[in-house]
């Protein structure tokens, strides 16, 4: 379905508001252009037919109220057509900013992963927003002005058919003028739409990285870069400015001007030649309705920029919900037993170019794994596949016999808990950073998780306890505070299987000693993945795995591996040696 047809159904399922919207602005145009026929009728009955007889002010009088009360239906059908016009257009865009955003909820990570966020929003809000002005503004406009055409046309027609036939000729030119202007309009938006997605990324990406960009100096380079970017968004806008300038007022007025003359030629040389004579009435209505035509051309024509510009919006916005997601499932399954299975599993991001290769092994309900080995070796990729933001090239992962990509996402992860390295907090509060709202969860749990990873004593200094304000992603928090909120986040939802991905690599010892305390209660009977930073941080883990490249080139407990004297000796020696040199330093 192409964007006009999705974009009439868009308003077809508010009807409610633009078919009385629509009826009410068909008869303020039926009022107001019915307007210059009590004038003829004024002139031709009343004034310049009433020569030696003396004009009746009585049926004048009774025309000139006729007159004023349309101007006043007219007034108030407008008045009606505006609001529910209107009112429309902002369902419409609610209606369709929801659906952006619920189809956002369905995307893949993967289609993030080269998106910046900024353009996302940009879709959301900017795009959005153009799309409202074109319901509420070019669309209404051209109701407007083609209703009024289609009157005025044929109101010329029924007072004079040769000449009102002459003026439709205009059709076909503004049809053809429209097709003009869109051919090279339609490319200079896609671009500026294109600027103001890549302005909105990096004005986006300056703001999250405001404190790198000033650490290290870079506002000038910065700058410079948002300069570049800008003037080229500057450079467009001023072609198309040119383009609407060229194809405005200027045509309309060479429009209007070749009509007047078309006008008095024939009036000139046919229309006042007995016996085809013209009553004075019909050709001062002639002229105001031919006057009254070009006010809706000229909406038309005016609209021409808005109206492509939105449907460059629309593009956009469509190409966004016309990718391809996942309903959000509601559906439930019983806690895990926490059995979780690699088997000959494979993955890359992109093609071929395989990040895990071959994995295989198994982690026990209640067993602690650790994952270690260096920067790209596999270890996150593990952990994403797990909870589905991927799924495995080849080879399957299986949780208590089922493969989980037989599950929807949301299924899977319904008994799952992750820890970040760099949580992630949300405007609100600390209570509601720790429940996330979820009903199921409550105050009292919430104290509880707090308590159970030690958050209490390093949160009690704040003045609002749980119910102090969190500003976006936790900034006024310390690294150890937002830590222990994103623990007690995990531990709340009483999760099956547990995931801390470098949990405790960014708090400091004292705050680190407090979590470990807490995890060797909360792991019982919970399956619990560790990606280990600190080697000395996972001595008791059940099954240590090491990777390289994205194999498995080791498997064992701490002691098992010491013993073998292999890449995790050698990284555990390593580490032990700088904490020593640092200690005696």
Not at 277 to 299: E, M
Request: net charge neutral; hydrophobic share 45%; charged share 25%.
């Amino acid at each position: 379905m192409n964007k006009g047809k999705r974009l009439v159904r868009y308003a077809t399922d508010q009807k409610r508001y633009v078919i009385p919207g629509v009826v009410c602005l068909a008869l303020a145009v039926a009022a107001d252009l019915a307007g210059p026929l009590i004038a003829k009728k004024i002139i031709d009955d009343h004034i310049a037919g009433s020569e030696g007889g003396g004009m009746e002010f009585t049926p004048i009088l009774m025309l000139l109220a006729v007159f004023m009360g349309l101007a006043v239906v007219t007034a108030v059908f407008r008045y009606a057509e505006y609001l529910l016009l209107q009112k429309g257009a902002n369902r419409i865009i609610q209606k369709m900013r929801n659906e952006v955003y619920g189809k956002i909820q369905t995307l893949p990570v993967r289609y993030f992963d080269n998106l910046p966020a900024g353009k996302v929003v940009a879709r959301i809000t900017n795009d959005t927003e153009a799309i409202r002005d074109m319901y509420v503004t070019v669309l209404s406009q051209f109701a407007t002005s083609g209703m009024y055409m289609i009157g005025i046309f044929a109101a010329l027609l029924f007072l004079e058919p040769a000449m009102g036939a002459i003026t439709l000729i205009l059709i076909p030119v503004l049809y053809i003028w429209m097709i003009s202007y869109r051919k090279y309009a339609s490319k200079y938006n896609r671009i500026i739409r294109g600027k103001v997605s890549d302005l909105n990324a990096m004005i986006n990406e300056a703001i999250q990285g405001m404190t790198i960009i000033q650490a290290f100096r870079r506002e000038k380079q910065m700058e410079q870069e948002f300069d570049e970017l800008n003037d080229e968004h500057f450079r467009y806008k001023n072609k198309l400015l040119f383009l609407d300038s060229a194809t405005s007022f200027n045509l309309v007025d060479v429009l209007r001007s070749m009509t007047f003359i078309a006008f008095i030629l024939y009036f000139g040389n046919v229309a006042l030649s007995a016996p085809a004579a013209i009553s004075v009435g019909a050709l001062y209505a002639f002229v105001d309705y031919i006057t009254r035509l070009f006010n809706p051309i000229t909406g038309i024509v005016n609209q021409f920029s808005r109206l492509e510009h939105s449907l460059v919006a629309a593009e956009r916005v469509f190409e966004l919900l016309d990718q391809e997601g996942e309903d959000v499932s509601d559906e439930k399954i019983a806690r895990y037993r926490g059995n979780v299975r690699f088997e000959n599993v494979w993955f890359a991001y992109k093609g071929e170019e395989y990040v895990l290769k071959g994995i295989d092994f198994e982690a026990k309900q209640g067993e602690t794994v650790a994952l270690v080995g260096h920067t790209g070796s596999g270890k996150s990729s593990i952990m994403n596949l797990l909870f589905r933001f991927y799924d495995p090239t080849k080879g399957r992962i299986v949780i208590d016999g089922t493969d989980i990509t037989k599950l929807s996402r949301q299924t899977v992860r319904d008994h799952m808990g992750i820890v970040l390295q760099d949580p992630y907090l949300f405007t609100g509060t600390i209570g509601s950073n720790i429940s996330l709202d979820d009903p199921r969860i409550s105050r009292e749990d919430v104290e509880r998780a707090l308590e159970a990873v030690g958050g209490d004593r390093v949160l009690k200094n704040l003045p609002g306890g749980i119910d102090e304000p969190v500003v976006e992603k936790g900034s006024t928090l310390s690294a150890g505070q937002r830590q222990l909120i994103s623990f007690a986040r995990a531990l709340a939802f009483d999760p099956a299987i547990l995931i801390l991905d470098e949990a405790t690599s960014n708090i400091d010892t004292e705050t680190e000693e407090i979590i470990q305390h807490a995890m060797d209660v909360l792991k019982k009977g919970r399956t619990t993945f560790v990606i280990a930073h600190r080697l000395s941080t996972i001595k008791n883990a059940d099954r240590i795995i090491v990777l390289d490249r994205g194999e498995i080139v080791e498997l064992g407990t701490h002691d098992q591996l010491l013993a073998y004297d292999g890449q995790y000796a050698q990284m555990y020696k390593l580490q032990a040696g700088s904490q020593a040199a640092g200690k005696t330093g």
